[in-house]
């Protein structure tokens, strides 16, 4: 079920999240990607410049990911899944990001 997280939870989970996906995508990916994460903002470059970028909205209480291939996505946090659940569909956050990452560099990285 999809819920509006108490402030000091989303904030926990989300920064939990983004420093998981920097983290592994950081290892997987070595020279081919260059990954930054400044105050809570995760930017994701590629070769070709393009990048992704992924950060936390405390307003909406949502993860909101930026992407050259899909474009603007939103997130919110759903407890049965313990997963970010697009709101546009049934997509999560980790397989959205993996989907556009093997598009744009051939090479499938394990987000979960």
């Known amino acids: 079920m999809i819920v509006a997280l108490e402030e000091t939870l989303f904030h926990r989970l989300a920064d939990e999240t983004i420093e998981n996906i920097s983290d592994v995508i950081d ?8 990954v930054d994460l ?13 990048q992704f ?15 050259p291939v899909s474009g603007a996505s939103h997130y919110d946090y759903d407890e049965d899944t313990e997963s970010w659940r697009s709101t546009r569909g049934a997509t999560t956050l980790h397989e959205q990001l993996a989907a556009d990452l093997a598009v744009k560099t051939g090479h499938k990285i394990a987000l979960d």
């Open 27 to 34: 290892d997987a990916a070595g020279d081919a990607i260059d």
């Open 38 to 50: 400044e105050a809570g903002i995760l930017t994701i470059e590629l070769d070709s410049g393009e």
């Open 53 to 67: 970028i992924i950060n936390k909205h405390a307003l909406n209480r949502q993860i909101w990911m930026s992407s």
